[in-house]
């Protein structure tokens, strides 16, 4: 559901983070056809920002869109694979998409002022819900071999980035794999016990 103010420059600019997204080589099969992974992925942040935040603002509406704005173009690979080469990674990703994005989103894609500016942090949420309803699925099938507490400790780190109303929305508002739901539910209780420690990634 897009915004109903301005919606000229509003639909201009999410059709040219579309355009872009669209270049994706990756591809990846959802609802009976193929598409680019980049692209699906804003569609389903648009839509998983409708569910949780149906009054987000047109800002927001397109930080969501743009969030992996041609982040293929950035493989993991040209980074080592450790740690510390993911942190730089991430990084420097931060500033790619912002720069695509454009000034006027830079503080959202970035989220500066995570759990100070409610925009920035309902972003983050929607990010975390995607993941969790969309992706985990595959997360855990390319990590078969950690153990059962090292995924409940990665989706600890994921909840304690997300608001009380996220974690909440992640147990009683997406669809998760029937299999995984038990370590979702003890991961957000978890980050919610240490809610007020920061995220140590």
Do not use: C
Request: glycine share 4%; net charge neutral; aromatic share 8%.
């Amino acid at each position: 559901m897009a915004p109903n103010r301005d919606p000229d420059p509003y639909a201009r600019a999410i059709a040219r983070f579309d355009a872009a997204n669209a270049e994706d080589p990756n591809r990846e099969l959802a609802d009976g056809r193929e598409q680019g992974k980049a692209l699906l992925y804003a569609s389903r942040l648009t839509s998983m920002l409708d569910r949780f935040a149906p009054d987000a603002s047109e800002a927001l509406h397109l930080a969501a869109r743009s969030q992996h704005l041609q982040r293929w173009k950035v493989p993991r690979t040209d980074y080592p694979m450790t740690r510390a080469g993911y942190h730089r990674w991430r990084a420097y990703l931060r500033d790619f998409h912002a720069d695509l994005a454009a000034e006027v989103l830079r503080s959202l894609i970035r989220k500066e002022g995570l759990k100070t500016d409610p925009e920035a942090q309902t972003l983050e949420d929607v990010v975390a819900l995607v993941f969790l309803e969309s992706y985990l699925d595959a997360f855990v099938a390319e990590h078969r071999d950690y153990p059962d507490e090292k995924f409940i400790d990665i989706l600890a780190k994921t909840g304690k980035k997300m608001s009380a109303r996220g974690r909440e929305a992640a147990l009683a508002a997406i669809a998760l794999p029937s299999p995984l739901a038990p370590f979702v539910r003890e991961a957000m209780h978890r980050a919610g016990a240490g809610a007020g420690r920061a995220p140590d990634e």
